[in-house]
């Protein structure tokens, strides 16, 4: 692979940041930050193996020259160089909350949605990013952390699952998600980002403290 991004990376991080932009977020002191932001959550196939799919964490972490490139919605090639552990590493250096997101097997540009039966491997996958960041060494993805170079916990307290969600079949969904998630030792809260057709549940949460309270970040 050849790769034109500069050696020098914020904190020497390996695969890291570049370092001025890394500096300039920093200096900002943010609370937390989300990743990935937009449509590229849940705008593309529903096949992982898809070059359009769904954005999938999985093929973001390991090998950044075995990590598929995938087509965004905007319509260029995106590397997925930066991954959900580079990610987490960012939010550790600069200390700021991570809150990942990832879809819920519904795109609602193409109105593509996972059916009911086959929603599990979406939330499994969100199962699996929860233990890949707080699980013990002794689990399957807390030992991939732990493999790739980090044996605590990220200490992750939130998920989000979907972006800016319209329509039904997202709620539908994310139903399901919650009735698998909600209580989950590892994490405090599950979230909404944002949800254009159902104002009133912006940024809801689940898990405890109660039902439907905004976070405090």
């Given at each position: 692979m050849v790769s034109l991004f500069p050696s020098q990376t914020y904190r020497n991080r390996p695969n890291g940041l570049r370092e001025d932009i890394a500096i300039l977020l920093?200096?900002?002191?943010?609370k937390f930050m989300r990743f990935p932001g937009g449509c590229l959550i849940h705008d593309g196939?529903?096949?992982?193996d898809d070059r359009d799919s769904m954005y999938r964490w999985k093929k973001t972490?390991?090998?950044?020259?075995?990590?598929?490139a995938r087509r965004n919605n905007w319509q260029y090639n995106q590397t997925l160089d930066l991954g959900y552990y580079e990610y987490f590493l960012f939010c550790e250096d600069i200390g700021a909350k991570?809150?990942?997101?990832?879809p819920a097997g519904y795109d609602p540009h193409h109105k593509w949605s996972a059916p009911?039966?086959?929603l599990q491997p979406w939330i499994d996958d969100a199962l699996d990013l929860i233990e890949f960041a707080n699980g013990e060494a002794s689990t399957p993805w807390g030992a991939l952390r732990v493999q790739l170079g980090h044996p605590e916990p990220f200490n992750?307290?939130?998920?989000?699952?979907?972006?800016?969600?319209?329509g039904e079949p997202f709620f539908e969904r994310y139903a399901y998600f919650t009735g698998q998630l909600r209580g989950n030792i590892r994490i405090s809260k599950l979230l909404i980002p944002v949800v254009r057709s159902h104002p009133e549940k912006n940024m809801s949460a689940v898990g405890d403290p109660p039902a439907r309270t905004a976070p405090t970040l």
């Open positions: 920093a200096d900002l002191k943010p196939s529903l096949n992982p972490i390991g090998d950044v020259t075995e990590r598929p991570p809150i990942p997101v990832l009911f039966n086959e992750m307290e939130y998920i989000g699952i979907g972006n800016e969600e319209v």
